[in-house]
């Protein structure tokens, strides 16, 4: 059973940073690309950040472009997502995703609350 839980979320100051885990378990992780999504109330699901499996291509949004960073740990099964200069519209739930082909999710976290105060 694919199995994807995050972690690191909370409360913190506009301007501040966090970092976002994302364990995985129950496929191979390093098969698989592997991303970051967010949905704010009254929202759609926002796509961030996607990191492939082999050749290292990462995707931003530009909303997130030049303040988040995407990094794996295969070793570790573990997805990771810096957050910096954040700022209160960053105020979402935060989902890590299993990819297929095209990127596409297939398989999502339960997710954890970011929210920034301004």
């Known amino acids: 059973e694919v199995q994807l839980v995050e972690s690191g979320g909370g409360l913190v100051q506009a301007g501040g940073s966090l970092r976002l885990s994302c364990a995985a378990s129950g496929f191979t992780f390093d098969d698989y690309a592997i991303g970051w999504f967010r949905q704010a109330p009254g929202k759609e699901r926002e796509g961030l950040s996607c990191?492939?499996?082999?050749?290292?291509?990462?995707y931003y949004a530009d909303s997130v472009k030049g303040r988040f960073t995407i990094s794996r740990d295969n070793a570790k099964n573990t997805l990771y997502l810096q957050m910096t200069s954040l700022k209160s519209e960053d105020t979402a739930v935060y989902y890590c995703a299993r990819l297929d082909t095209g990127w596409v999710p297939v398989d999502w976290g339960q997710g954890t609350q970011v929210t920034v105060s301004s």
């Open positions: 990191i492939s499996s082999s050749d290292g291509s990462i």
